[in-house]
């Protein structure tokens, strides 16, 4: 079977090598893995001193186009969320449109038997006109098209063959929202390299001081805040901890923010995006970087933050030895979390994780086998469960072992490589189904 695999126009494909974004790195290693059985073509974006076409060593083919305009995209995205645009710009068909024609001429000259489009349905139209043959799946990501118009995304999907999600929890909010596609929705969740994280050998296992790690975006939506609002309080008790928070620091965009403000914990979050479109301008784009951090040194005691490392954006290659330095993994996420990478990838690693009752985590982890939940936005309660591991090293070192064998059992690449391949094997060529309405689609 011919798979083409279609980056997020925001995510370059290196055909070797680490990626960088959680998607990227779900794109290739679906990619390489479906390529021992399949033939198999991704489609990405051109980044600089990238050629335009090139074959990987697991023979995954990465064909790339220069017609991507990011930073025209990017200001009209955040230009038009400093308004609070409805619909948000990214999910009006003009969205990063010139990538999505780009790939489509590709496709249509390589005639692939199916296209999997990573989160932007939009592009699907275009690309089921250029392909009336292909069997199309769309991979979500998260829940953000259940909050978009019902009707517009009803269109769209009315021309797709299936949707694939990463956990459950995204899978009954497409169900709930669009119950008429709910046999074409199937979880197929997501993986780790279990040889790339292992756990440490166990005459490194005792950290010292013990310290506490946060690996993902420093967003409010990711409740970064609140883990260094429960440390300052932990510091009390554990004098000796030290909290290492590794990633890219920046606001998720306040249109994604607004999708989903009828939940309490989301809409707390709007003071770190400002009030009005000044105040959402001074926070959002003269302080982008610095607000948020600002507002988190503000709110702890001096000799906190000192005990904190921020250690920047990571390649993808380096996380295994920082997973391996650690005595547990916090995520305390107050967002709706689709699945959470990085718990899976801790979890591989051997760490017991301190996480969220948000969204899907509670797939991944055990309250009390492989870790604790809290809820969401409770700092207290997540500085007590903290203590509570870091006090009992016996307890924590069973729930990490108890989470490695979890993730050995879940988070296989293998298992989700073969619920996909059940996916595209059981659908029938799209000709048969959509070939005579392609012109009332709304793209």
Not at 35 to 57: F, K, W
Not at 339 to 350: R, V
Request: proline fraction near 7%; glycine fraction near 6%; include cysteine.
């Amino acid at each position: 079977m011919r798979i083409a695999l279609v980056s997020q126009p925001r995510d370059p494909i290196a055909a070797s090598g680490s990626q960088w974004g959680s998607v990227a790195i779900v794109t290739w290693e679906l990619a390489r893995r479906l390529a021992r059985t399949h033939e198999v073509t991704v489609y990405a974006p051109r980044a600089p001193r990238q050629p335009d076409e090139e074959r990987g060593p697991d023979g995954v083919l990465v064909r790339r186009t220069p017609r991507v305009r990011r930073l025209i995209h990017k200001a009209l995205d955040l230009g038009t969320s400093l308004v609070n645009l409805q619909p948000p710009y990214f999910a009006l068909p003009m969205f990063f449109r010139e990538y999505g024609q780009a790939v489509a001429e590709m496709l249509a000259q390589d005639k692939p038997d199916v296209v999997h489009v990573h989160s932007w349905s939009h592009f699907i139209p275009v690309f089921r006109r250029a392909l009336p043959d292909a069997r199309i799946v769309l991979h979500s990501h998260d829940a953000l098209l259940t909050r978009l118009d019902r009707v517009k995304v009803e269109r769209r999907l009315a021309v797709t063959d299936a949707v694939v999600t990463c956990s459950d929890f995204i899978t009954r909010e497409w169900r709930s929202r669009y119950p008429a596609c709910a046999e074409r929705i199937h979880t197929i969740g997501n993986g780790v390299d279990l040889e790339h994280f292992t756990p440490a050998r166990l005459d490194d296992a005792s950290a010292s001081p013990p310290r506490i790690l946060y690996i993902g975006r420093i967003s409010p939506d990711k409740g970064v805040h609140i883990l260094v609002r429960a440390f300052d309080d932990l510091l009390e008790r554990r004098p000796d901890a030290e909290l290492i928070v590794a990633g890219p620091l920046g606001l998720l965009p306040y249109n994604q923010v607004a999708l989903c403000e009828t939940d309490p914990h989301v809409a707390a979050m709007r003071s770190f995006y400002g009030a009005g479109v000044l105040g959402r301008l001074r926070k959002q784009v003269l302080g982008a970087r610095d607000s948020y951090l600002e507002s988190m040194r503000a709110s702890v005691r001096p000799s906190t933050w000192e005990r904190i490392r921020f250690l920047g954006p990571l390649e993808h290659r380096e996380l295994p030895e920082h997973y391996r330095g650690a005595c547990l993994l916090a995520a305390p996420s107050v967002w709706q979390e689709p699945f959470g990478l990085p718990i899976a990838e801790g979890m591989a690693s051997g760490l017991p994780v301190v996480a969220t009752y948000a969204g899907g985590i509670p797939e991944l982890v055990e309250d009390g086998v492989t870790g604790r939940l809290v809820e969401r936005g409770d700092a207290l309660a997540l500085s007590r469960a903290l203590q509570e591991l870091l006090d009992d090293p016996a307890r924590a070192t069973r729930m990490g072992r108890a989470a490695r064998a979890r993730a050995e059992k879940l988070f296989g690449w293998e298992g989700v490589v073969q619920r996909l391949d059940a996916v595209y094997q059981q659908l029938t060529p799209a000709i048969r189904r959509y070939g005579h309405s392609l012109e009332r689609v709304d793209g």
